[in-house]
């Protein structure tokens, strides 16, 4: 794994000052040589002490350390195996195939989203998934597909959760939340207005928030107790949500897994359950399409 994704992951450890730290790192990666702990601090609006307990809880003596670790690892920089994203619509490239293209862009982000993947984060979103009082998915535009989806798996192993794409209906929902609660908010960019509003009611109501968001340094994320990093090439400005719809989906399906296992053997009995009650009125639909 790359040192750069380890320490994005590692973020969730970190205080807001060390996070600054490492934001202010990951964001001036190329000048790092020439960086020292003061002018670090400095371009962090912290102090040198919070630079040095950084570089400590990511497993180095301090910063001295940690640089050259850095340097090291990004002498060796991974060549990507893909070429790089072109939006298969608005690089209007008619010599490539959009079609495999599409499905190419696809691919790089799962492999790129999987070295963001953290087991204990996974895990810890989805105990306190199976164990709240209530649980709300928020999204807008493409990213409710998401929640959509999440809501249709989690019904059906007897979870119940609702889904909310209309901005006033999501501060209502918020408003009703407590420590008992838990929202999951979806947005690739981490800074939707209406989603980072919910959130914000959401906090100040103490409920638990899960974020869904693309790497980087983002206002959701910093507001949520948890959050599972994506990876997706497409910029703000693209012809629609690609590659960004295609990693929330994998980490959906991630979540829902681990949610499944908090409980298995109840889970499967729902889904037996769910399974039996589709089968059951598929039966008694096609004995009525025969009778007329």
Do not use: W
């Amino acid at each position: 794994m790359s040192l750069m994704i380890s320490m994005i992951k590692q973020r969730e450890v970190l205080s807001i000052s060390e996070r600054a730290v490492l934001d202010y790192l990951i964001a001036n990666k190329t000048i790092l040589k020439d960086l020292s702990v003061e002018s670090v601090a400095q371009g962090a609006f912290t102090s040198p002490a919070s630079v040095v307990r950084m570089c400590k809880k990511l497993g180095y003596k301090g910063f001295k350390e940690f640089k050259v670790d850095f340097l090291l690892a990004n002498s060796k920089i991974e060549i990507p195996n893909n070429k790089e994203y072109e939006d298969v619509i608005l690089g209007k490239n008619l010599e490539i195939s959009k079609g495999r293209r599409a499905i190419e862009n696809n691919i790089k982000a799962l492999e790129d989203t999987l070295k963001l993947y953290s087991d204990q984060s996974i895990s810890k979103a989805a105990e306190i998934i199976m164990t709240s009082r209530k649980t709300l998915l928020f999204g807008k535009g493409s990213s409710y597909l998401a929640c959509k989806d999440f809501q249709m798996k989690l019904r059906r192993i007897d979870k119940f959760c609702i889904a909310q794409e209309d901005s006033h209906e999501q501060l209502v929902d918020a408003t009703f939340l407590d420590k008992r609660d838990v929202v999951v908010l979806i947005s690739n960019s981490g800074e939707t207005q209406e989603i980072i509003q919910a959130a914000i009611v959401a906090k100040e109501n103490n409920a638990q928030i899960v974020s869904i968001v693309k790497a980087g340094k983002s206002f959701l994320a910093e507001l949520s107790n948890i959050t599972l990093y994506t990876s997706a090439l497409e910029g703000d400005f693209r012809s629609a949500a690609m590659t960004s719809r295609i990693s929330q989906m994998a980490i959906i399906d991630a979540l829902f897994s681990t949610c499944a296992f908090y409980d298995l053997d109840r889970s499967v009995r729902k889904l037996e359950r769910t399974y039996q009650t589709f089968k059951k009125y598929k039966n008694k639909t096609n004995n009525f399409s025969k009778k007329n």
